[in-house]
T-cell receptor, first 113, second 110 residues
Framework: DTAVSQTPKYLVTQMGNDKSIKCEQNLGHDTMYWYKQDSKKFLKIMFSYNNKELIINETVPNRFSPKSPDKAHLNLHINSLELGDSAVYFC????????????FGPGTRLTVL | GQSLEQPSEVTAVEGAIVQINCTYQTSGFYGLSWYQQHDGGAPTFLSYNALDGLEETGRFSSFLSRSDSYGYLLLQELQMKDSASYFCAVPYTGRRALTFGSGTRLQVQP
């Protein structure tokens, strides 16, 4: 039974398009995250939600908009995609804060052409 | 701000022991975590140290010295499947996410 799932696993799209990535966790965790991993494998926090409330919005362009309809789901919508958005996006969850173990989804590899 | 430094790459042979170091700078310390990531996979949790000393979990151990702002991950009896990237991480400002180091790529050779 998958703990943190993301869809889609791969996303190839043209510059200027809008796309969404969905994330769901069945662990009963309170906190969910979006991380971006670039081609050099550098992993950086984008957003953090606690019980559907935005906690961190880390210098991410306005084109990125997270949405948490309930505490088990955290979706990421990206408008007007740019070449530099190409990366792997990981959703994660933890029981409460980051000192708790973070469970990562399988990642979504986004390629912008 | 926060920063973590770790070596970019380490190579070792099967059966050997390898140590991956991590030094950190952070305002307010809440512990040092280690994550493993295989190519094409997701990061998975390995260990967490909040206090000084050595934590052992099977073949993996993690050490922390808060006075030196330093920790390491020790992998014993290396196996080919240990070839992966290893990240140290500290809680972000306000403890709401993790700040990761740049990762150490471990290559285990036969």
């Amino acid at each position: 039974d998958t703990a943190v799932s993301q869809t889609p696993k791969y996303l190839v799209t043209q510059m200027g398009n809008d796309k969404s990535i969905k994330c769901e966790q069945n662990l009963g965790h309170d906190t969910m995250y979006w991380y971006k991993q670039d081609s050099k494998k550098f992993l950086k926090i984008m957003f953090s939600y606690n019980n559907k409330e935005l906690i961190i919005n880390e210098t991410v362009p306005n084109r990125f908009s997270p949405k948490s309809p309930d505490k088990a789901h955290l979706n990421l919508h990206i408008n007007s995609l740019e070449l530099g958005d190409s990366a792997v996006y990981f959703c994660a969850s933890s029981l409460q804060g980051p000192t708790d173990t973070q469970y990562f989804g399988p990642g979504t590899r986004l390629t912008v052409l | 701000g926060q920063s973590l430094e770790q070596p970019s790459e380490v190579t070792a042979v099967e059966g050997a022991i390898v140590q991956i170091n991590c030094t950190y700078q952070t305002s307010g310390f809440y512990g040092l975590s280690w994550y493993q990531q295989h190519d094409g996979g997701a990061p998975t949790f390995l260990s967490y140290n909040a206090l000084d000393g050595l934590e052992e979990t099977g073949r993996f151990s993690s050490f922390l010295s808060r006075s030196d702002s330093y920790g390491y991950l020790l992998l014993q009896e290396l196996q080919m499947k240990d070839s992966a990237s290893y990240f140290c991480a500290v809680p972000y400002t306000g403890r709401r996410a993790l700040t990761f180091g740049s990762g150490t790529r471990l290559q285990v050779q036969p």
